[in-house]
């Protein structure tokens, strides 16, 4: 596969395109770094199917897109703790990333993105769902986007991460220091597309700032039902070799969990982003 050849083309209707042609475990050319991360900025989420790569490629590939942020509450690849596992193992019920959620929103600086990499896929099962937060934020009304144009919102990894977690034990660690609150603004400006997009999620979302939670499970629970509308939302189907590089800052994205009793290994590496603005 050559990055010359390299095509990309949509893969749902509001989210993701598929890119062929090129060779992930190469260095990427100018042209063809330049036409992953438009793809990426522009759809959210962009899938390569068929890529060989080793660990230090992997790693070398995100590196590309900026600096690696080594996650505190992942167990990692032996060696390279740059690379965060996703594994549910054949007697295991629970699975990561099971619910609608944007990585690292907890965080001051949220992260740009991540690389996943299926290196073990289950025969059938363990899809993942994306949503384009992109048409979310368009689809609402006019009134509606007045309202949210001066909310903020409070996010949090205390309630995920800093708590043992039965069934989970050996796949999250380090609860101590699960203490990042951040507050955001509900709906963003992409900082590399200029597109508004809406900026909260079931995963990691407490309240908006200055409300009560009961104050904000109306409209959060309204956003979160509206943000899933079949219209906005791509299934990805894994197999061994493929890759996930999606923008945190555009889509939420759901692992599904229906492949009880067979095993699933993904690594998982996550760049970093820049501080987000209304």
């Known amino acids: 596969m050559l990055n010359n050849a390299m095509t990309v083309r949509p893969a749902g209707a509001a989210v993701g395109a598929e890119i062929t042609g090129v060779d992930l ?78 990585d690292h929103s907890y965080d001051t600086v949220p992260a740009m993105g991540s690389l996943l990499y299926a290196r ?56 101590h220091l699960a203490t990042q609150d951040a507050v955001h603004p509900v709906v963003i400006t992409h900082p590399e597309s200029g597109r508004k997009a809406l900026y909260v999620n079931p995963g990691f979302t407490l309240r908006f700032d200055g409300w009560t939670d009961e104050e904000s499970k109306p409209l959060l629970s309204y956003l979160y039902q509206h943000a899933v509308r079949p219209e906005f939302v791509y299934r990805f189907a894994w197999q061994p070799g493929s890759l996930a590089f999606w923008d945190n800052r555009a889509t939420w994205h759901y692992a599904v969990n229906d492949y009880q009793g067979e095993r699933r290994l993904m690594h998982r590496i996550t760049v970093e982003g820049c501080p987000l603005a209304a």
């Open 120 to 175: 073990e896929t289950p025969p059938a099962g363990g899809d993942t769902l994306f949503a384009s937060m992109y048409a979310a934020y368009e689809a609402l009304s006019d009134g509606l986007k007045q309202t949210l144009a001066g909310l903020r919102a409070v996010h949090s990894s205390r309630h995920v991460f800093g708590q043992k977690r039965a069934g989970m034990e050996d796949r999250f660690r380090n609860e």
């Open 25 to 102: 475990s190469q260095a990427l050319s100018e042209s063809a770094r330049n036409s992953i991360r438009h793809a990426l900025v522009t759809r959210g989420v962009v899938f390569f199917r068929d890529q060989q790569l080793t660990p230090e490629q992997h790693i070398a590939l995100a590196r590309e897109f900026g600096d690696i942020n080594v996650n505190r509450f992942f167990s990692h690849a032996d060696g390279y703790p740059e690379i965060a596992l996703v594994v549910k193992e054949p007697h295991q019920t629970k699975n990561i990333g099971g619910g609608w959620h944007t």
